[in-house]
C-alpha cells in the first residue's frame, strides 16, 4: 500500500509540475521511498503557510496564486487535492508551493466535487482569518469548475468578482451566508445524466425563475449555453423588430456554426445540398420568388440533390473491393 501511495505522488506531482503549478520536483523512486526536492535555503525547510509571517499584501497576492492554482489542477491537471490547507502549502521566495498530493484524486472519482469543495472551504477559511476579502465558497467553486473560461477572459473575470466583494463588503449578509451553508451540504451532480428533474429544470430556465439552487450549471456548462441562447434571443427579436431576420440568422449561423438556427426545413435544406452551385441558384430565385415559391423551390432543390446522391452511390466502388486492389497491386509491383 505504501508503495502505490509513494507511486501515485509522484505521478500527481509530475502532473502538477508539467502544467506550471509550483510543487517538489519528483527526483527518484525507488520501491516505497520518493526523494524529491527540497523547497527552502542553506538548509532550511520553507515554512507552512500557517507558520509564515506574511503581511496583509503578500495575503493577497497568495490568495489570488493559490484560486489560480487550485483551477489549474483542477482545468489542466484533471485533478482535485482532497487536503488542500495552510498545513499542505509552502511559503518559499514569494511563492506558494504545494505539497503532500498523494491522496488527490482524479475527476472521475464519485467524491471529486466533494473533496474540492471542502478545498474551497479550507483555502477561503485562513484567507478569511487573517483580514483578506475572499469570494465565498460557491463562487470559488464556480471559479475553479467552469470550463467556459479561457485564460485571456481570467483577469477580466477577476476584476469582475473583485469589484463584487469590494461592494460586498466585509461583512457577508445572512442570505449569503444562508446559501454558501446549504452549497456546502448540498450534492452537486456532475453531469447531466445524474440530474434527476433536468425536464423541470429546463422549464424553471426558460420561464425566468430562480436558478440559484442549480450548482451543476456551472460544471456542466449549462450557464454558458443559456447565456448565448438568452442574447441570441434577445438579438433575434430586435431583429425582427427591425424587419431584418434574415441578416440576424447569417449573421448568427457565422459567428456559432456549432448552433442550428433558423426553421428546421431550411436548416436541413442547406446542411444536405451541400452544392455551392445550388445554393446560388436558389438564393437568386428566393430574392424573385414569395414565400410559398421559396419553400418549393427548396423542396425540389432537396430532392433533386438527393437523386443525384443516390445516383453516385449507384457507381461507388466498396471500400473492400478498393483495399483489394491495392494489394494485388501492391503484390505485384513487389514480385
Not at 247 to 276: F, K
Amino acid at each position: 500500500m505504501v508503495k502505490t501511495w509513494a507511486e501515485k505522488e509522484m505521478r500527481n506531482l509530475m502532473r502538477l509540475r508539467a502544467a506550471g503549478i509550483r510543487c517538489p520536483a519528483p527526483l527518484l523512486l525507488r520501491l516505497h521511498v520518493l526523494v524529491m526536492e527540497f523547497i527552502g535555503k542553506a538548509g532550511w525547510a520553507a515554512p507552512r503557510l500557517k507558520d509564515a509571517a506574511l503581511s496583509l499584501d503578500k495575503l493577497r497576492e497568495g490568495y489570488v496564486e493559490m484560486i489560480m492554482a487550485m483551477r489549474t489542477l483542477y482545468q489542466e491537471c484533471k485533478l482535485v487535492h482532497g487536503d488542500l490547507s495552510e498545513y499542505n502549502i509552502l511559503y518559499f521566495e514569494g511563492h506558494l508551493y504545494i505539497i503532500d498530493v498523494s491522496q488527490s484524486v482524479d475527476l472521475d472519482h464519485p467524491h471529486a466535487l466533494d473533496f474540492l469543495r471542502e478545498d474551497c472551504i479550507h483555502v477561503s477559511d485562513f484567507f478569511k482569518k487573517h483580514g483578506i476579502a475572499v469570494m465565498t465558497i460557491r463562487e470559488l467553486f464556480d471559479f475553479i469548475v467552469d470550463p467556459n473560461i479561457d485564460d485571456d477572459s481570467v483577469d477580466n473575470y477577476l476584476e469582475e468578482v473583485q469589484q463584487k466583494i469590494l461592494a460586498r463588503g466585509d461583512v457577508i449578509s445572512a442570505e449569503e451566508e444562508i446559501a454558501d451553508s446549504v452549497f456546502v451540504q448540498s450534492f452537486i451532480p456532475k453531469t447531466l445524466d445524474h440530474v434527476k428533474n433536468a425536464g423541470e429544470d429546463v422549464q424553471r430556465i426558460m420561464s425566468g425563475k430562480d436558478t440559484g439552487d442549480m450548482y451543476y450549471q456551472t460544471i456542466t456548462g449549462l450557464k454558458h449555453a443559456l447565456s448565448m441562447a438568452n442574447s441570441s434571443q434577445a438579438e433575434a427579436e430586435q431583429y425582427q423588430a427591425n424587419g431584418n431576420p434574415i441578416n440576424w440568422i447569417s449573421a448568427q449561423a457565422a459567428e456559432h456554426p456549432d448552433l442550428p438556427y433558423g426553421d428546421s426545413e431550411t436548416g436541413s435544406d442547406e446542411s444536405e445540398s451541400g452544392s455551392s452551385e445550388s445554393e446560388d441558384s436558389s438564393s437568386e430565385s428566393n430574392n424573385k420568388q414569395g414565400p410559398t415559391d421559396r419553400k418549393a423551390a427548396r423542396k425540389e432543390n432537396k430532392k433533386k440533390v438527393k437523386e443525384e446522391k443516390s445516383e453516385a452511390r449507384k457507381h461507388k466502388i466498396p471500400k473492400a473491393v478498393k483495399k483489394k486492389k491495392k494489394k494485388l497491386a501492391k503484390a505485384k509491383k513487389y514480385r
